[in-house]
């Protein structure tokens, strides 16, 4: 059991991370409402229940996958029950097949630890070297949640928002497959 804090609807006072910093930083600057929670250490999609929970939400799986070469990148969004097939992935997308990106390329690119992927790290990511991908079952929920950039905060936002305002933020496209 994970330790959940009661929603707030305010930045936190101290931040895990960089990117964190950056995340609440972009949703202020956007005008985009959000519900956080401080956590204990989440760093797998068991841990994330009891933040599920207390958000009225399902945190997404956020996957970070490159080709054998690491010079193509993916992140892929997918609801938290989702079983990944890499050789699935690259079919749905016609490339060559994927895999994990190891921890040293999670935190060079999205500027976080294993269990803290999130689409936040797209902030980081100006030459837009990472391609966004997302279950369309993510793209149709009203409620997004995720790591903020760390694995001691979540948060929830309208799906909306994250789509309208934050990429076009950011400049990324999404690619929504099923």
């Given at each position: 059991?994970?330790y959940?804090?009661?929603?707030?609807?305010?930045?936190?006072?101290?931040?895990?991370?960089?990117?964190?910093?950056?995340?609440?930083?972009?949703?202020?600057?956007?005008?985009?409402?959000?519900?956080?929670?401080?956590?204990?250490e989440?760093?797998?999609?068991?841990?994330?229940?009891?933040?599920?929970?207390?958000?009225?939400?399902?945190?997404?799986?956020?996957?970070?996958?490159?080709?054998?070469?690491?010079?193509q990148?993916?992140?892929?969004?997918?609801?938290?029950?989702?079983?990944?097939?890499?050789?699935?992935?690259?079919?749905?997308?016609?490339?060559?097949?994927?895999?994990?990106?190891?921890?040293?390329?999670?935190?060079?690119?999205?500027?976080?630890?294993?269990?803290?992927?999130?689409?936040?790290?797209?902030?980081?990511?100006?030459?837009?070297?990472?391609?966004?991908?997302?279950?369309?079952?993510?793209?149709?929920?009203?409620?997004?949640g995720c790591?903020?950039?760390?694995?001691?905060?979540?948060?929830?936002?309208?799906?909306?928002?994250?789509?309208?305002?934050?990429?076009?933020?950011?400049?990324?496209?999404?690619?929504?497959?099923?």
């Open positions: 059991m994970v959940v804090s009661e929603i707030s609807i305010t930045r936190p006072d101290e931040y895990g991370s960089e990117l964190e910093k950056m995340t609440y930083e972009a949703l202020t600057t956007l005008d985009i409402p959000f519900y956080q929670v401080a956590t204990g989440a760093l797998t999609m068991e841990d994330c229940i009891d933040i599920d929970k207390r958000l009225g939400i399902e945190v997404v799986k956020t996957i970070f996958l490159c080709n054998q070469k690491k010079t990148f993916y992140l892929y969004v997918t609801p938290a029950d989702f079983k990944f097939v890499t050789k699935d992935f690259g079919k749905k997308l016609a490339i060559p097949r994927v895999s994990f990106a190891s921890a040293e390329l999670l935190k060079e690119r999205l500027g976080v630890i294993p269990g803290a992927a999130t689409i936040f790290g797209l902030l980081l990511d100006s030459e837009h070297e990472i391609q966004l991908v997302f279950d369309r079952r993510i793209a149709e929920r009203d409620w997004y790591s903020s950039g760390s694995v001691t905060n979540y948060m929830k936002l309208a799906t909306k928002d994250l789509l309208e305002k934050f990429l076009p933020y950011t400049g990324h496209k999404i690619r929504i497959i099923d």
